[in-house]
């Protein structure tokens, strides 16, 4: 493939739609990822048609808009993980980006507390891959801890990331979005992924005969993939994210306050997170999912994706390297409120039921299986050759990562085409 552009004209075209447009990149999925993909490689091949598909009427109406927003500072990942790199160097880069385009960053930090003295083992872990990941921390006391958030709950001691910050995630891509039509990158909306058919992409706005595809589809970069040859060894496999907003005042909680994770699947666990109005609010949760886009009751049920999503499930109660039924059936419990309340009660004084009664808009976590071996990927996951990349995993903190890893995507590409 050439990177220059291919001059190609619209032709006319009719069972999926009026046209087949031939840019030189389509990119599927106007998320984050994809937008910043499209920005990235446009702003690196000023010549060339890039072209943005994606299936809804607007972009962020899924994970890129439904996440809590949080811009992490990247010290849960070991040093020789994507994550690592990419979430220490974007959360820099994409708190520069807001301050510079006037979008509100809540610069409130987290800490992060231990419930007994078993935990504390863990925060020397997360202490270290900091140190090593050249994370910005600081080691607390338990009267330090409480100089920063007085309602703390902590054991001996506690970690505080001052780079840590919220933002309006939908606020952040429709930025990335007018970004992208400034530079000349053409959106599609209403655009479905229909299927492949030899050199094409079918979508029910036409077909796309394009140099190269991206897949950045989230939820479906599995099916996509399998389209294309990749993915054999995966299967997504979604999880319910869900929020409870509190009824104190804005102030009430000063800092994001995290309990230490698990460090052997990637949830990080219910946790206090201050959002960039200065509300607060508690989750997630990793409930799993029986269909894809399984926001609120039947909403988007898909028969078909209901029978392979609960088949691969039983298969992973019966034997998973991660402990799938246990997660499972905690994750489900959490669809009570005095559950979920609970919870984040051991991390902060006065927490109450009574004011958490109000539930926030659902998100579904992608979250890469590796079918084969039976586990969840933790980290992000690329397949690709010389006519296609498809991002498999890009789950949390993809939204943080999202600057250095399309760049990193599209180095990738660069290396597939030359």
């Not at 972009?59 to 010290?75: D, E, K, P």
């Not at 040093?79 to 385009?101: I, V």
């Not at 996509?224 to 496999?237: C, P, Q």
């Not at 994750?331 to 902060?348: F, P, Q």
């Amino acid at each position: 493939m050439s990177l220059k552009s291919s001059g190609k004209v619209v032709e006319l075209h009719g069972r999926y739609g009026s046209f087949i447009m031939h840019p030189d990149f389509l990119v599927v999925g106007a998320g984050v990822i994809g937008i910043s993909i499209a920005l990235e490689l446009k702003r690196r091949f000023r010549d060339v048609k890039i072209t943005v598909i994606e299936k809804e009427e607007a972009c962020a109406l899924h994970a890129s808009g439904r996440n809590s927003g949080v811009l992490h500072a990247g010290f849960y990942y070991t040093a020789d993980s994507l994550k690592a790199k990419f979430t220490r160097d974007g959360n820099k880069l994409l708190t520069n980006y807001c301050d510079q385009n006037n979008i509100p960053v809540n610069k409130c930090g987290k800490l992060v507390v231990a419930k007994d003295e078993n935990e504390n083992i863990l925060i020397d872990e997360l202490l270290s891959r900091g140190r090593k990941n050249g994370v910005n921390l600081e080691e607390l006391s338990v009267k330090e801890a409480q100089a920063i958030e007085p309602r703390i709950r902590t054991f001996e001691r506690a970690i505080f990331s001052p780079t840590t910050s919220s933002v309006d995630p939908v606020k952040v891509v429709h930025s990335f979005e007018n970004d992208a039509i400034n530079e000349g990158v053409n959106f599609i909306y209403n655009a479905k992924y229909v299927k492949r058919k030899k050199k094409s992409v079918v979508t029910t706005k036409g077909e796309f005969e394009a140099d190269y595809v991206i897949n950045s589809a989230g939820l479906y970069a599995d099916y996509i993939a399998k389209d294309f040859g990749f993915s054999e060894a995966y299967s997504i496999l979604p999880f319910k994210g869900l929020y409870l907003y509190s009824d104190e005042p804005v102030g009430s909680i000063r800092t994001n306050i995290y309990p230490v994770p698990d460090l052997k699947n990637p949830f990080l666990g219910v946790h206090f997170t201050v959002t960039v109005d200065g509300r607060v609010k508690i989750g997630p949760t990793a409930i799993p999912a029986f269909w894809r886009e399984q926001y609120e009751g039947a909403s988007n049920f898909q028969a078909k994706e209901f029978v392979d999503i609960v088949r691969r499930e039983i298969g992973l109660f019966a034997s998973s390297n991660f402990g799938f039924m246990k997660l499972a059936v905690e994750e489900i419990r959490k669809y009570s409120r005095k559950r979920m309340v609970s919870l984040a009660s051991t991390m902060v004084t006065g927490t109450n039921v009574c004011a958490f009664k109000r539930w926030a808009k659902p998100g579904i976590r992608a979250q890469l299986v590796n079918t084969k071996e039976r586990r969840m990927e933790m980290d992000f996951v690329l397949e690709g050759d010389d006519k296609s990349m498809h991002v498999l995993n890009a789950v949390s903190p993809g939204f943080t990562c999202c600057i250095p890893f399309s760049k990193y995507i599209c180095d990738e590409i660069e290396k597939k085409l030359n």
